[in-house]
Protein backbone atom coordinates (compact mmCIF):
# COMPACT_ATOMS: atom_id res chain seq x y z
CA UNK A 1 0.00 0.00 0.00
CA UNK A 2 0.96 3.43 -1.09
CA UNK A 3 -0.24 6.94 0.88
CA UNK A 4 0.60 10.39 -1.27
CA UNK A 5 0.48 13.59 0.23
CA UNK A 6 0.65 16.56 -2.09
CA UNK A 7 1.81 20.07 -0.66
CA UNK A 8 2.87 23.28 -1.98
CA UNK A 9 -0.36 24.44 -3.69
CA UNK A 10 -1.75 27.85 -3.24
CA UNK A 11 -2.37 31.53 -4.62
CA UNK A 12 0.29 33.23 -7.17
CA UNK A 13 -0.22 35.71 -9.58
CA UNK A 14 0.30 34.71 -13.67
CA UNK A 15 4.01 34.63 -14.28
CA UNK A 16 4.98 32.95 -11.03
CA UNK A 17 5.95 30.18 -10.17
CA UNK A 18 5.40 27.75 -7.59
CA UNK A 19 6.46 23.74 -6.55
CA UNK A 20 4.44 20.91 -5.57
CA UNK A 21 5.79 17.91 -4.11
CA UNK A 22 4.04 14.35 -3.54
CA UNK A 23 5.59 12.81 -0.13
CA UNK A 24 5.22 8.73 -0.30
CA UNK A 25 4.99 6.31 2.33
CA UNK A 26 5.94 2.46 1.36
CA UNK A 27 9.21 0.89 0.40
CA UNK A 28 8.18 0.25 -2.84
CA UNK A 29 7.91 4.13 -4.61
CA UNK A 30 11.34 4.00 -6.13
CA UNK A 31 9.41 1.11 -8.60
CA UNK A 32 6.22 2.63 -9.19
CA UNK A 33 6.11 5.33 -12.03
CA UNK A 34 4.08 8.63 -11.57
CA UNK A 35 2.00 11.00 -12.45
CA UNK A 36 0.06 14.58 -11.85
CA UNK A 37 -3.34 15.23 -12.75
CA UNK A 38 -5.15 18.46 -12.31
CA UNK A 39 -9.26 18.72 -11.92
CA UNK A 40 -11.26 22.08 -12.72
CA UNK A 41 -15.15 21.45 -11.18
CA UNK A 42 -17.26 19.39 -13.82
CA UNK A 43 -14.04 18.28 -15.59
CA UNK A 44 -12.42 14.73 -15.87
CA UNK A 45 -8.99 14.38 -14.11
CA UNK A 46 -6.81 15.18 -17.07
CA UNK A 47 -2.88 13.98 -16.84
CA UNK A 48 -0.76 16.88 -16.57
CA UNK A 49 2.60 15.51 -16.38
CA UNK A 50 4.25 11.57 -15.88
CA UNK A 51 7.71 9.99 -14.88
CA UNK A 52 8.85 6.52 -15.37
CA UNK A 53 10.47 4.81 -12.04
CA UNK A 54 14.04 5.71 -12.83
CA UNK A 55 13.09 9.18 -13.28
CA UNK A 56 14.19 8.70 -17.12
CA UNK A 57 11.21 9.45 -19.20
CA UNK A 58 9.00 11.75 -18.86
CA UNK A 59 5.62 12.97 -20.31
CA UNK A 60 3.85 16.56 -20.42
CA UNK A 61 0.31 17.65 -21.95
CA UNK A 62 1.46 20.22 -24.68
CA UNK A 63 -0.19 23.06 -22.50
CA UNK A 64 2.68 22.59 -20.12
CA UNK A 65 5.64 21.78 -22.02
CA UNK A 66 8.63 24.13 -21.38
CA UNK A 67 7.05 25.69 -18.61
CA UNK A 68 6.25 22.58 -15.89
CA UNK A 69 9.19 19.89 -14.94
CA UNK A 70 8.21 16.88 -13.22
CA UNK A 71 11.21 14.94 -11.20
CA UNK A 72 11.49 12.56 -8.08
CA UNK A 73 13.92 11.52 -5.80
CA UNK A 74 13.52 7.95 -4.97
CA UNK A 75 15.64 8.51 -1.71
CA UNK A 76 13.23 10.59 -0.04
CA UNK A 77 10.55 9.15 -1.54
CA UNK A 78 8.85 12.63 -3.20
CA UNK A 79 8.01 13.76 -6.88
CA UNK A 80 8.19 17.39 -7.63
CA UNK A 81 6.33 19.30 -9.78
CA UNK A 82 8.01 22.76 -10.61
CA UNK A 83 5.41 25.03 -12.44
CA UNK A 84 6.68 28.47 -14.21
CA UNK A 85 4.98 31.47 -16.41
CA UNK A 86 1.76 29.81 -14.64
CA UNK A 87 -1.83 31.27 -15.96
CA UNK A 88 -4.40 31.31 -14.90
CA UNK A 89 -5.68 28.24 -17.16
CA UNK A 90 -3.32 26.77 -15.12
CA UNK A 91 -5.79 27.04 -11.59
CA UNK A 92 -7.61 23.53 -10.43
CA UNK A 93 -6.68 20.99 -8.09
CA UNK A 94 -3.46 18.88 -8.86
CA UNK A 95 -3.69 15.49 -7.87
CA UNK A 96 -0.05 13.24 -7.90
CA UNK A 97 -0.92 9.63 -8.72
CA UNK A 98 0.95 6.65 -8.28
CA UNK A 99 1.25 3.04 -11.04
CA UNK A 100 2.35 -0.23 -9.82
CA UNK A 101 4.39 -0.55 -12.83
CA UNK A 102 7.97 1.20 -13.93
CA UNK A 103 6.44 2.90 -17.16
CA UNK A 104 4.17 5.30 -16.82
CA UNK A 105 0.90 6.00 -18.47
CA UNK A 106 -1.65 8.52 -19.90
CA UNK A 107 -5.11 7.14 -18.46
CA UNK A 108 -6.08 8.17 -15.04
CA UNK A 109 -8.19 4.59 -14.78
CA UNK A 110 -4.36 3.37 -14.79
CA UNK A 111 -2.96 4.59 -11.02
CA UNK A 112 -3.34 2.64 -8.41
CA UNK A 113 -2.81 5.63 -5.91
CA UNK A 114 -3.90 9.04 -5.36
CA UNK A 115 -3.08 11.98 -2.76
CA UNK A 116 -6.15 14.04 -1.83
CA UNK A 117 -4.84 16.84 -3.69
CA UNK A 118 -4.13 20.76 -3.14
CA UNK A 119 -5.45 23.85 -5.17
CA UNK A 120 -3.37 25.78 -7.28
CA UNK A 121 -4.86 29.17 -8.07
CA UNK A 122 -3.60 31.40 -10.57
CA UNK A 123 -4.64 35.05 -10.48
CA UNK A 124 -4.61 37.65 -13.79
Known amino acids: ?48 AAISWSGGLTYYTDSVKGRFTISRDNVKNTMYLQMNSLKPEDTAVYYCAARRYASYSTSSYAYDYWGQGTQVTVSS
Open 1 to 48: QVQLVESGGGLVQAGGSLRLSCAASGRTFSSYAMGWFRQTPGKERDLV
